[in-house]
């Protein structure tokens, strides 16, 4: 009966042919994208479209080949226009807390600059030979001659008024603390106030004199201020007209040449800005002369104001900017404004200071951006769905814990045009998606990455393709037919099904990577299938650790399995452990017990706190199970419960229900299941037996501990139908399958694999609702009724 269930070596069988990749390999051909059309169709359609919003968010597993499909997609786009601009940050002479921003053709930026540095030079020069002329210096001497006879007439004069009546002009003080003062005369000398009232004193000058003097004294001090206050007018009256005449001499000069600038740069801003250039210019023309350059030294003016700072130079690229922003801080993403503390404590900054950001630098291109590094920068994050709404970028040095204060320049906002593309985890999408109003606005193209692809000729040859870049990429050993196939045969296992290849290329590159290492190890010059095996067994047995001592607990009776014999009310069920990185299977001993009642299945696990939603579901399922098979005409009428024995961590999941299903029938019906054999699959109320995840390494795991109990040739696992084509199993257990060590039952139904466990036939209900007699079936719904009926007595 078993036998019609069990599959043989071809079924299990995964063959590559060194006949068919050995064509393969004979072809020469570029290496391209893999797989992926939906992936790829959303991507170009997310780039070519250029309305707003139509940014992409990438979605797959880690290792699907995400980056690499996007570079090289993005790595081709061509421009359909010569859009791309130089960005500048120029000094504003009317705001210069808000610098201004000049875009440029591309290449042009680095040009305008240039010819700006070229423009302060030559004028530095030119100024200086207009004011140091003959025709400038005659006219300049002419009005500081005229100012000085003006001055000296007048202090003369009043020099004169004084001598008259007895004063003279002293200066008091030495250096700075210098002071101009008026002294009376007496006798011909000078003397001081004090010493007069001494002479009234002892009588050698009349008080009425000292009194006279005194209020002269006054007098004339204001009159000395008046003319003081008139000299520096016409200082400041000669030191205006030799501005005006400078700014007469050199004005033609510096206007000839903005005009020539203005003829090349044309666009309406940078016009402006060369008008306000000119007038600035001519306006400061002692900023080009050495000796005024000395006065300001330290002041509010510098020739700085004329540089020109070059925020993103475009001049190198020859398609789009294609910006990947690994740390997207807000200075990174965005830029900033730097400062710098002086010896004395001040902070300084200006706007050659200013820094562009990632997204400024990818302004006509793309920036791409990994989902969580963007996520878990708050405020990066609101800012980039800002800037992506608004078309905007303002660069400005954001506040923070730091004793340094923020800088208080802040250029003018970027408009960008810039395709963002973010790349994901499954299902980050949806739940973004779900949660942000912005993000539904902004990303509207979703592509995701799947991580297999159909086991076709042209896949495969795309396959060997990868494999032999992989090699010259890395400069590896060159890898021969029995190496590819092997690699590929891996590839398949990834992928949990012999129809599919993997598309998770980082880990078909790391096995090629380590089977170069492991064939140095071994002496051999070229990678082949050997090579290749090695580097998977090594791999797996660095990460097998935990797997190893659970088997050594198995084998020392410390966990209660037992590969041998029948028993009433047990089974091996088989579960998988995943450690994201290495997944391995076990079984697990599952029982049940019954009695009269009407509590219905009891999960232990539930009640324990260790069971998830998914199991709940599954032991549920059960009870439904019952009543549609054998509960017509009675009520059901049981107290049961099932239990994973010796499990103390966390259960979830419904691969198991199949196996709980078979302990339970046992239970009822009385009758003993073969412990030899272990059972994976889901199962719903029809008895129909489901396919579940992880069935290789389910079958491995079975296999090791029967291996190690020692094989008995009786053993095997039962597994869902549908996962035949997910059997790809390690050579060993291949090989042991081939010498019918170890077997494989494939099934459909509760009762094909009821048949197996207990060697009973299962049998047909009929239309009366009745199993023949000597089925398990029939045993099962006699004991069931036979509870209700107990349940019934004891009631009454």
């Keep these: 009966m078993k036998e019609k269930y069990k599959l043989t070596y071809p079924d299990i069988k995964v063959e590559i042919s060194e006949d068919d990749i050995s064509k393969y390999c004979e072809e020469e051909k570029e290496y391209e994208i893999i797989g992926q059309p939906r992936a790829l169709k959303a991507l170009m359609m997310g780039i070519e479209i250029p309305s707003k919003g139509y940014n992409i968010f990438v979605t797959g597993l880690s290792g699907t080949g995400k980056r690499t499909a996007i570079s090289k997609i993005l790595k081709n786009i061509k421009r359909k226009n010569s859009n791309l601009s130089d960005i500048t940050v120029v000094y504003n002479f009317k705001r210069p807390e808000k610098p201004r921003i000049l875009f440029f053709p591309q290449g042009k930026g680095k040009e305008f600059k240039s010819d700006i540095h070229s423009l302060i030079e030559n004028l530095k020069s030119l100024i200086k030979l207009r004011l140091e002329s003959k025709h400038f210096q005659k006219e300049k001497d002419k009005l500081v001659k005229n100012l000085e006879q003006h001055e000296n007439r007048s202090l003369s004069e009043f020099e004169s008024i004084l001598s008259r009546d007895n004063f003279q002009i002293v200066q008091l003080g030495d250096g700075d603390d210098q002071v101009t003062d008026i002294v009376p005369l007496y006798k011909g000398k000078s003397v001081d106030f004090d010493e007069l009232q001494g002479l009234v004193q002892s009588g050698e000058i009349a008080e009425s004199y000292w009194n006279k003097m005194r209020e002269k004294y006054f ?75 000395k006065k300001h030294k330290n002041g509010g003016f510098s020739l700085i104001r004329y540089g020109v700072n070059i925020l993103v130079d475009n ?40 820094r562009a950001g990632s997204l400024i630098h990818a302004n006509g291109g ?86 297999v692809i159909k086991r076709s000729k042209e896949n495969t040859q795309r396959y060997v393709t990868f494999i032999k870049h992989i090699v010259k990429d890395h400069d590896l050993k060159e890898i021969v037919v029995s ?122 696990e539930r009640e324990s706190g260790l069971s998830g939603e998914f199991h709940d579901k599954g032991i549920l ?13 009675f009520p059901l009428s049981i107290t049961a419960s099932i239990c994973f024995e010796q499990s103390y961590s966390h259960i979830d999941g419904d691969s198991a229900s199949s196996a709980e299903v078979f302990a339970l029938l046992s239970a009822i019906a009385e009758v003993p299941l073969r412990q030899d054999i272990a059972v ?105 009724k036979h509870l209700a009926n107990k349940v019934k007595e004891f009631g009454k």
Aim: aromatic share 8%; hydrophobic share 40%.
């Design 366 to 451: 793309f920036l791409i951006l990994n989902a969580e590094d963007i996520l878990r920068e708050d405020f990066s994050w609101q800012s980039l769905k800002n800037a992506l709404m608004s078309g905007k970028v303002e660069i400005q040095q954001i506040e923070s814990t730091s004793l340094i204060p923020g800088s208080k320049i802040k250029p003018e906002a970027l408009p960008i045009n810039v395709k963002v593309i973010i790349i994901g985890n499954p299902n980050l999408y949806e739940i973004l998606y779900s949660m942000d109003e912005d993000f539904q606005k902004l990303f509207k193209i979703s592509a995701e990455f799947d991580s």
């Design 680 to 784: 994976t699959g889901s199962v719903n109320q029809m008895g129909e037996i489901q396919p579940i995840g992880g069935v290789s390494e389910k079958v491995e795991g079975f296999f090791k501990v029967c291996k190690q109990m020692k094989l008995s040739k009786t053993q095997g696992v039962i597994i869902p139908a549908q996962n035949v084509k997910n059997l790809i199993l390690s050579h060993e257990v291949e090989n042991a399958i081939k010498k019918n060590e170890f077997s494989i039952y494939a099934i459909s139904t509760i009762d094909e694999g009821i048949e197996i466990l207990s060697g009973m036939s299962a049998g047909v209900c009929d239309k009366k609702g009745e199993y023949p007699e000597g089925s398990l079936n029939r045993l099962v719904k006699r004991r069931l």
């Design 219 to 293: 007098k004339y001090m204001d009159d000395m201020k008046k003319i003081f206050k008139d000299l520096r007018a016409a200082r400041n009256e000669v030191d205006d007209k030799l501005k005006e005449l400078g700014i007469k001499e050199i004005k033609p000069l510096v206007e000839t040449e903005i005009e020539r600038l203005k003829a090349k740069y044309k666009s309406e801003e940078s016009k402006d800005y060369l008008i306000e250039l000119c007038a600035d210019i001519i306006k400061n023309i002692y900023l080009f002369t050495s000796s005024s350059a």
């Design 315 to 354: 001049s190198d690229i020859k398609n789009v900017p294609v910006i990947f922003e690994l740390h997207p801080t807000y200075a990174n993403l965005f830029g900033t404004v730097e400062s710098k503390v002086e010896i004395g404590g001040e902070v300084r900054t200006n706007f050659m200071m200013v």
């Design 621 to 633: 399922i059960l009870e439904g199970l019952l009543r549609s098979r054998y509960a017509h005409d």
């Design 483 to 604: 190496g590819i196939c092997k690699v590929i045969e891996h590839g398949i296992r990834i992928a949990e099904r012999k129809d599919l290849f993997t598309t998770r290329f980082s880990q078909i590159a790391d096995i090629i990577k380590e089977a170069d290492y492991w064939a140095g190890k071994m002496k051999k010059k070229k990678i082949d299938g050997d090579a290749v095996s090695r580097a998977i067994k090594e791999r797996n047995y660095l990460l097998n650790l935990p797997e190893e001592k659970i088997l050594e607990l198995i084998v020392s009776g410390d966990i209660l399995i037992s590969v041998k014999g029948s028993a009433v009310g047990r089974i091996n069920g088989l579960a998988i452990y995943d450690r994201g990185y290495y997944a391995f299977g076990r079984p697990s001993l599952i029982t049940a017990r019954i009695a009269p009642g009407d509590i219905g299945i009891i999960n232990i």
